[in-house]
T-cell receptor, first 110, second 112 residues
Framework: SQQGEEDPQALSIQEGENATMNCSYK?????LQWYRQNSGRGLVHLIL?????REKHSGRLRVTLDTSKKSSSLLITASRAADTASYFC??????????FGAGTTVTVRA | DTGVSQNPRHKITKRGQNVTFRCDPI?????LYWYRQTLGQGPEFLTY????????KSRLLSDRFSAERPKGSFSTLEIQRTEQGDSAMYLC??????????FGPGTRLLVL
């Protein structure tokens, strides 16, 4: 079963705009990770935030984690056409087995 | 390219046939995971190995599925008597036991 749920399911933005997607989960976690998947390909790790962290940055990515609400958000700033992809949050428990949500499909229009 | 390779990349088979997929992890990674992803969904955990030991299997992994990791290096996932519902992308990931998993490009299976 999938623990995470992303919101929205799909997002269409203009190049240069910011994209925000949210993830909610159900059980306690060690960490939460965000992955990107281009159409029909494998997943690429973007960023990991541990359960004792609240915010993390990596380049144009900003991730927040609120363990009291069991939710996370991923912000992509100044989006580019190359950011068009599906984005998945994944939660990791003690054995680091990942539980993924259904993903948010992001389309960046030129 | 994450350094994890999977073969074949695509497989078309007829219902009832057996198929086998291979995953070659990053060489120093002792943990290897298999996931299955159907269209429009996120990957779902199937099983994982620490070295050659298979430590957990999901309930998704019916008796028709078997996975091995001889000598703690590459891994194979075999599906016997394939069914149309087995059509999916099968993803392999490896890690050192640290948190980030490195995914291969996947094997896309179509069962006709």
């Amino acid at each position: 079963s999938q623990q995470g749920e992303e919101d929205p399911q799909a997002l269409s933005i203009q190049e240069g705009e910011n994209a925000t997607m949210n993830c909610s989960y159900k059980t306690s976690i060690n960490n939460l990770q965000w992955y990107r998947q281009n159409s029909g390909r494998g997943l690429v790790h973007l960023i990991l935030i541990r359960s004792n962290e609240r915010e993390k940055h990596s380049g144009r990515l900003r991730v927040t984690l609120d363990t009291s609400k069991k939710s996370s958000s991923l912000l992509i700033t100044a989006s580019r056409a190359a950011d068009t992809a599906s984005y998945f949050c994944a939660t990791a428990s003690n054995d680091y087995k990942l539980s993924f949500g259904a993903g948010t499909t992001v389309t960046v229009r030129a | 390219d994450t350094g994890v390779s999977q073969n074949p990349r695509h497989k078309i088979t007829k219902r009832g046939q057996n198929v086998t997929f291979r995953c070659d992890p990053i060489s120093e990674h002792n943990r290897l995971y298999w996931y299955r992803q159907t269209l429009g969904q996120g990957p779902e955990f199937l099983t994982y190995f620490q070295n050659e030991a298979q430590l957990e299997k999901s309930r998704l992994l019916s008796d028709r599925f078997s996975a091995e990791r001889p000598k703690g290096s590459f891994s194979t996932l075999e599906i016997q008597r394939t069914e149309q519902g087995d059509s999916a992308m099968y993803l392999c990931a490896s890690t050192t036991g640290a948190e980030t998993q490195y995914f291969g490009p996947g094997t896309r299976l179509l069962v006709l």
